[in-house]
């Protein structure tokens, strides 16, 4: 068979290919604890059901705008005043099948082939292939000072006359670092020195713990015109646990969302008005729900770091928001697939390898499910991989005898 070699340098999504391994093994019976998961376990808020369900029973359900319907738009307009501080127009604004085609529209619009395109490291599954389906060229930057926290000179020594546009996620999955003001600052700086496009992928900024203040990417911005390149991505996915709506948008200068319509145009038309309506429930609904989200995985990292950190050799990272932690099991394994596999064969506790986002001898570990399977599944990896656990573990009935050293 033939395919492009655009399509045969494509992976497929490590993390929706372990949803499917989950689900394939409890569909056997098998007790598995999924530490891999990239959603929240709580209801969508109930505005966004009703929202939705008043929509579907008047059986009318057609094509939308290409670029979301007005009453999306506003909402994201209000958003964005909310929690940017920052006016913008209808024709700022794109509303997508979730952050993931935001992105991915937004660097089809901007790149060219070849054209190169910075991350930190670690970095999310999908920008690598992202950048890639465009033709152009990912340029993942380690901290060289050997954190998750990504230092302005290093992405700075990566820059060549091909660098089109940086990606920022902060929080960031998978480390759940929260980058601090001084790099936001000047990264944006940085970008408009430049003349580069800065996405900022901010779809876990209302997940952050500690009292952390929330950083907003315009208040460090000189150019707030219609030239600016600063491509703002949100989605109602992680933060009103929304994940299966799939909805998300981009807010950027009226030129850059008129060329991303034209492409979403043809690619989807406009996503499913049911789930467009449903997003202007959550958004313009009361927002409890994800405060108590937040309270929640605070609390939730705070259990699964207490039991990571009584793991001898692992070294653990506190997160600052989102709900993944990334910590170093390279004292166990060096290669972060062959672990990840070891654990799912023996002890059913599924993780994402650190590979997959750019650091092997890592495992990204999510806390978004019940502390019973935070609790749990960390016991059962120390039961796993700990030399002088006992012989046999027990998972409910089931009895588990030690076949490896
Ligand atoms: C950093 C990051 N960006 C984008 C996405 C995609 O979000 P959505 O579900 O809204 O497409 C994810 C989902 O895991 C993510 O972690």
Redesign the pocket.
């Known amino acids: 068979m033939s395919i492009s070699q655009i399509a045969r340098s494509i992976h497929a999504s490590p ?1 929706l290919a372990l949803n499917e391994k989950a689900a394939i093994l409890r569909e056997k019976g098998d007790p598995v604890i999924h530490l891999g998961g ?1 959603e929240p376990k709580s209801r969508a808020p109930i505005d966004a059901i009703l929202a939705v369900a008043g929509h579907l029973n008047s059986g009318e359900i057609r094509y939308s705008p290409p670029d979301g319907i007005p009453a999306l738009k506003k909402a994201i307009i209000y958003y964005t005043e909310e929690f940017y501080n920052r006016q913008v127009a209808p024709e700022n604004v794109i509303a997508s099948g ?4 935001a ?1 991915m529209v937004a660097l089809q619009t901007i790149l060219n082939p070849q054209e190169e395109v910075i991350f930190p490291s670690p970095y ?1 599954v ?1 920008y690598p292939d992202m950048v890639r389906l465009c033709q152009g060229i990912p340029v993942p930057v380690l901290s060289e000072d050997g954190t998750f926290y990504p230092r302005i000179k290093d992405i700075e020594q990566r820059i060549s006359s091909y660098t089109k546009a940086v990606i920022i ?1 902060s929080p960031n ?1 998978p480390s759940g670092a929260m980058y601090s003001e001084e790099f936001l600052s000047d990264i944006v700086q940085f970008c408009e020195k430049k003349d580069l496009y800065l996405i900022m ?1 901010d ?2 900024h209302r997940l952050i713990f500690d009292n952390k203040k929330r950083l907003n990417c315009y208040d460090y911005a000189k150019d707030l015109s219609e030239n600016s390149k600063l491509i703002v ?1 949100n ?4 933060q009103y646990a929304m ?1 299966g709506f ?3 948008w981009a807010v950027a200068n009226k030129k850059l969302i008129e060329v991303m319509t034209n492409i979403q145009g043809h690619q989807t038309s406009g996503t499913s008005v049911l789930m467009q309506k449903a997003a202007v429930g959550a958004i313009n609904g009361v927002q409890s729900g994800v405060e108590s989200l937040r309270i929640t995985l605070e609390n939730n990292r705070n259990v699964m770091l207490d039991h990571l950190n009584s793991f001898t050799g692992v070294k653990t990272f506190k997160p600052d928001g989102t709900f993944y932690t990334f910590a170093d099991f390279s004292v166990y394994a060096k290669d972060s697939n062959k672990l990840s596999n070891f654990l799912i064969d023996k002890v059913q506790v599924l993780t994402v390898p650190g590979v997959e986002f750019g650091l092997d001898g890592f495992l990204r570990l999510s806390y978004c499910g019940s502390i019973k399977e935070i609790t749990e599944g960390i016991e059962r990896m120390k039961w796993a991989l700990d030399p002088d656990s006992p012989n046999e573990l027990y998972i409910g009935d089931r009895k588990l005898v030690r076949d490896w050293t």
């Open positions: 993390t990239g979730g952050a993931k085609q992105l999310w999908s996620n999955n992928d779809i876990y991505i989605s109602v996915s992680k994940t799939r909805i998300g």
